[in-house]
């Protein structure tokens, strides 16, 4: 068994002089049996390793009980042509009748360095900080995105702890959290974890994000960190965070403004409404036909400004008091029609409605959508046509798309973007009736649901409006 073993076995005495040789020393350091035997074995180590050889060899000869069990004295060899090649030497003492042996055992490492190698160039190419750490918590390799993360030169890093990385705060708490982590030893993703902070060698923090994969190499069980420095991305963060809240303060603001400003006004407009009335019925029989002309002209305004107001509180009041809540579309556009029951009868409109489904929405909110767009769809109609309007809803990705189709006077392809802006029309109020705010009404409304609304239309054939509901807002 010995002989033919696949790694080379050499038994010393104590003075380190070869007393048997098994063949595969032979391959091994292309020396014949005959030639070793009795040398020293120091012909096969490399003059570096000596000194250790002949301290493992004294303390044999002085003191057994220090010695431990095996030994490891070498991390190369060197063969009869005088070429290095890496090694595990391992030396086991064996007493054997009376005479003290030591078995060297050489185990030829040359495959497992070539590995090591090739992961040692992996890592130090690697986009990112990598560090990997044994199973104690010492380091054991790092590459150059580590030192300069971290500000340190490889050689003070490597054998330290790695709470040397870590912020004082956390540093008493770290070797418990990395015992945890051994025991249940699975890869973390990047960014699977809380906000993270590394200790730079100048005392400064640096926000990081960790990945961990737990590596077996000869029974132990190391770690491997890649890690990423996210000061940039936190300070982008942290400026979104900064702009979205302005964003919101000015949104709000200008609400407030728009719901104050149309609410305050109305009474002053009621009154002058009023006024006007009465004065009328007081004193209209001493104006004369252009003067109760002109007043039914003050009138007419302040009656369109009561609108305008009205149409604009209405906006900023639109999803205040609503909630979400599974409702069924088939049932609110039929309460929309009912809404537009006059219209619906003076228009003799036709409708044809397909199944719609039961999504969670503001009920009033959408309510008041299909009464918009119904009552446009029978309102912008040529003179000698009835309405024909088709309401369905078609499911796509992420929710469901709605729409409401009319067969009337179309929309310029130039003008499909402004008729969603408040108080922009089309059409003077002489042709058609209205102030201009029912489609921005629409479009708060679909936003509300985080949906989107859009027309598609082709002038005198007829308008379609869609819009976008997400299931999952
Ligand atoms: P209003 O109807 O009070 O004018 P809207 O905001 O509802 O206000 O509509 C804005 C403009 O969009 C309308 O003035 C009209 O020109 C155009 N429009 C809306 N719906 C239709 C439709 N179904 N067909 C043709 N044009 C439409």
Redesign the pocket.
Known sequence: MVESSPIALIQIDVQGKVVFVNSYVETLFCYNKGELLGQNILLLLPERFHSKLSLFLQTFQNNVEKLEEKSKIALFAVTKNGEEFPVEVILSPLVYNNNSLVLATFINITERGKANEQFRLVVESAPNAIILVDSLGEIVMINKQAETLFGYHRKELIGQKMEILVPTRIKDHHPKLRRSFYTNAKARPMGAGRDLFGLKKDGNEVPIEIGLNPLEKDGETFVLASIIDITERKKSEDAIRLYNKRLEDKNKELEQFTYIASHDLREPLNSINSLIELFIENEGHKLGAEGLKQLEFITKSSTRMKELVKGLLDYARLGKKSEFKPIDFNEVVELAINDLEISVKDSEARFSIEKLPVLEAMEMEIRLLFQ??I???I???AADHAPEINISAKKVKGGWNFAVS?N????PAD?KEK??IIF????GRNE???????????RKIVELHDGKIW?D?ELNN??T?YFFIPVNR
């Open positions: 918009n767009l009552s446009n769809a309102k912008y109609q009319d009337g006077i179309g929309i003008q008729i969603f922009q029309r089309l059409h058609y009736d209205g102030i201009g705010i029912g489609l921005s009404h629409c027309v239309s007829g308008s409006f």
